[in-house]
């Protein structure tokens, strides 16, 4: 798309995807998108920045946050993570709330009224539909029609894209008219290296339990495209404890070769091109309550 092929009545602009941890922003952002941008995993809490992702249409650019859950922060790091959640707030055209219809929990920890002070439109999306009775809908409906005057409400199951298309015309319609804000061709304005660090921190997700996962964070340190060679990525992999170091390295080394290995073939496939990748475990103790230490690693 030119500048000169633009229609007239081209619709762009920015979409902050919200809701409690869990509900299923990230695999909504890659539907949508319809490639994996977002890391995901089954465990709460597994997004910690903002993620950009941009779907180019015809006629209209959106351009996804995808935020971290919406949570009472209790260290420093969920005070970073809540920061995010509120920029991309105050950056957005149109909101989507998502909630999880299979949990009896109702969001009441989400003061939309509070958080969308300008009255933004917000549409909720009730995710994992297909985890529920029919006969449990329409009240489920009701129920989050007196929470708050939503523009929409569409059942969806985000893992299964269905309701996903009713989705993207909600947006359409509620998008502002506007020229593109990027290319047609970028899906993201992330550096590789960004993806790359999430693909090796979903691997540790997968793997590991407990605090390991929320008590370690991934920095890419060397990123080398090699003409005719596989491309050299060297990351670090930080914990907070001498212990959770050897939890992460394993018996002979065996859990962190596992996590290189399935973290490469992903990588591989998310760069389109061969890569060597180099992994180091290194205790920073407490990195998740010190300022100084989060600014290091990029937050």
Known sequence: MTIESIPDNFKAGYVAIIGLPNAGKSTLLNALLNVKLS?????PQTTRRRIPGILNKENFQAVFLDTPGILKPKYQLQEHMMEYVRASLNDADVLLLIVDSKSRRHPVDIDLNELNPSKKPV???LNKVDLINKQDLLPLIDLYKDFYPFEEIIPISALNRDGVDKVEAAIEA???????????????????????????REKIFEKFYQEIPYSTEVVVEEFKERPGK????YAIIYVERNSQKG??????GEALKKIGETA???????????VFLELRVKVNEKWRYDERKLKRLGY
Do not use: M
């Open 39 to 43: 890391i995901i995993s089954d465990k």
């Open 123 to 125: 549409i909720l999306l």
């Open 174 to 200: 509620r998008l502002p008219f506007h020229p593109p804000f990027y290319p047609p061709d970028i899906l993201s304005d992330q550096p590789e290296r960004f993806f790359v660090a999430e693909i090796i």
């Open 230 to 233: 596989k491309d050299y990525i």
């Open 247 to 252: 939890i992460i390295i394993g018996k002979k």
């Open 264 to 274: 490469r073939k992903e990588i591989e496939e998310f760069l389109g091109r061969p």
